[in-house]
């Protein structure tokens, strides 16, 4: 699908434009910062584009309120007791430096992770350690997820994965069959990954965000809204993401 970009400013609001070739207008108002973006069919000028944001900026000015209020991690340094997500739950990290031990992490209780690494390991090395760990953890999930979901939807992936990204929680090719979901979601309830598996699947049978798409996530996951809810209102990482 051929797109177009550009930004403008609308009653100072900085907007991007996406053009592309779509019957209907959408706006939307992304974390953590509450960036507006239009998707906007090719036909419709840029004086239309302006007037139907500025109809919706009462409620723009609302979703962007709500993510100024959202809780924010800051980068984490990988130093003892600091504060790490574990499928939405809060855990102490305690850093133990030894030559003798794999680096590995090891949930002792709900409430600490115990990060092994070697005494010369510095933060970035120690990251690493952490997110193979998240990695190995989400791969079990989906892997359940797929196989609760897929018979349901009535689709089959061809392929999936995990990945870091830093604007999305999943992606679809549905060409391909293909799927990614964000490392990141590790970090998250259960129930915000689940929607996301099923946002993605959904997108195997609708390529858009439509009435169709919709409906089919209504019957597929009728509480998908509230999922979605929660997922915007975790806190965020010092990175950017949307959904």
Same mark, same amino acid.
């Given at each position: 699908?051929?797109? !177009? ?61 709500k993510f100024q209020q959202q809780e924010r991690q800051s980068q984490r ?19 133990? !430096?030894?030559? !003798? ?9 709900? #409430? ?11 933060? !970035? ?68 990954l689940e929607f996301i598996v099923v946002h993605e699947l959904v997108h ?23 999922? #979605? ?15």
């Open positions: 699908m051929n797109t !177009e970009r550009q930004h403008i400013e609308i009653r100072g609001l900085q907007v991007e434009i996406v053009r592309k070739d779509i019957k209907n207008l959408h706006v939307g108002v992304y974390p953590p910062n509450g960036r507006v973006r239009v998707a906007a069919p090719i036909r419709l000028n840029k004086d239309a584009v302006r007037l139907a944001v500025i109809s919706r900026l009462a409620w723009v000015r609302r979703q962007q309120a340094e990988m130093v003892s007791g600091e504060t790490h997500f574990v499928r939405g739950r809060r855990y102490r990290l305690s850093v133990i !430096e030894s030559d !003798e031990t794999a680096r590995v992490v090891v949930p002792r209780t709900t #409430r600490r992770l115990e990060l092994f690494v070697r005494p010369e390991d510095g933060r !970035e090395c120690r990251q690493r350690v952490l997110d193979r760990w998240y990695r190995e953890l989400l791969r079990q999930q989906i892997v359940e997820l797929l196989a609760k979901w897929e018979p349901r939807i009535g689709v089959q992936v061809r392929k999936w994965g995990i990945r870091k990204m830093r604007t999305r929680w999943g992606t679809c090719n549905r060409e391909a069959g293909r799927i990614w979901v964000n490392l990141e979601l590790a970090k998250k309830p259960p129930s915000c195997l049978l609708e390529r858009r965000h439509n009435d169709r798409f919709r409906d089919l996530m209504d019957q597929t996951l009728p509480a998908w809204r509230q999922h #979605r809810e929660l997922l915007n209102r975790a806190p965020l990482s010092h990175q950017s993401w949307r959904y």
